[in-house]
């Protein structure tokens, strides 16, 4: 199984989906939106080296829910989506073609700023590089020259 932003953001967008039924999942701003509506957002991914030729994927994501403006309930609203996130957000199933595994989601917290409701979380996945794509170790290997000796 391969870990990439593509198929993570994929796999949220389904998770959404399957608790949001009637509200749409974007991963871009576009004049075509229909409200209510979710964004999906990848905010500042990183990388920390781990044990053994491993490391792990450091990545915050945002969840935006944005609403008419003015409808009557905003503030209602947003709180019950909040709850239902909280609830559906605890684990992500990450979906790659026929395999599926659960993340642990990790710093969840909602805030509420200019009628938009910004859901954070944090996924930290431990990945593993194949010893045999080393590319810098078949690039020594390759050229391989020793200086003086000509």
């Known amino acids: 199984m391969t870990f990439t932003f593509e198929k993570l953001i994929d796999s949220i967008a389904g998770q959404l989906a399957d608790n949001f039924k009637d509200v749409p999942i974007y991963d871009s701003p576009s004049f075509n939106t229909s409200y209510p509506c979710f964004y999906v957002f990848l905010v500042n991914p990183k990388i920390e080296d781990g044990i053994d030729g491993t490391y792990i994927r450091d990545t915050m994501l945002d969840i935006v829910y944005i609403q008419e403006r003015d409808s009557s309930a905003q503030n209602v609203e947003l709180i019950n ?15 790659d073609g026929d395999e599926s595994t659960l993340l642990h989601t990790y710093e969840r917290n909602g805030n509420i ?31 391989a020259e020793i200086k003086g000796n000509e």
């Not at 609830?87 to 979906?95: F, L, N, S």
């Not at 431990?126 to 170790?137: G, L, Q, T």
């Open 113 to 143: 700023e200019d009628q938009e409701l910004h859901y954070k979380l944090r996924i930290k996945q431990r990945m593993s590089v194949d010893k045999e794509h080393i590319y810098m170790n078949e690039m020594e290997e390759e050229n």
């Open 81 to 95: 989506v909040l709850e239902k996130l909280d609830e559906c957000m605890d684990m992500i199933t990450y979906v």
